[in-house]
């Protein structure tokens, strides 16, 4: 059973950066094509940022010009970096594969208000 262990979020004003951070357990994740999602309060959780084994990126246009999904295969993890962050941005994330195959961590809070 892979885990997932997502860290780094917080509370931060806006136009300011966090670097999440997400380990997976087992020895295949290097394969694994992984995404980083984000559930705001009351909405359904959204698919923000893609990046397969190869390294190749997506992300929703909303965060386009501001994130950046990278991974680590050596470490097992998935980073997201997050700048300009904006209000809207507020959301618990969480990682998994592309796809969600995987059982939910527990996420990190981000927060962005002044």
């Known amino acids: 059973q892979v885990q997932l262990v997502e860290s780094g979020g917080g509370l931060v004003q806006p136009g300011g950066s966090l670097r999440l951070s997400c380990v997976a357990s087992?020895?295949?994740?290097?394969?694994?094509?992984m995404g980083w999602y984000r559930q705001a309060p009351g909405k359904q959780r959204e698919l923000v940022a893609t990046?397969?084994?190869?390294?190749?990126?997506n992300y929703l246009d909303s965060v386009k010009g501001r994130f950046t999904i990278s991974r680590d295969n050596a470490k097992n993890t998935v980073y997201l970096q997050m700048n300009s962050l904006k209000p809207e941005d507020t959301a618990v994330y969480y990682c998994?594969?592309?796809?969600?195959?995987?059982?939910w961590g527990q996420g990190t809070q981000v927060t962005v208000s002044s």
């Open positions: 087992g020895s295949y994740f290097r394969f694994y094509h």
């Open positions: 990046v397969t084994s190869g390294g190749s990126t």
């Open positions: 998994n594969t592309n796809g969600a195959a995987l059982d």
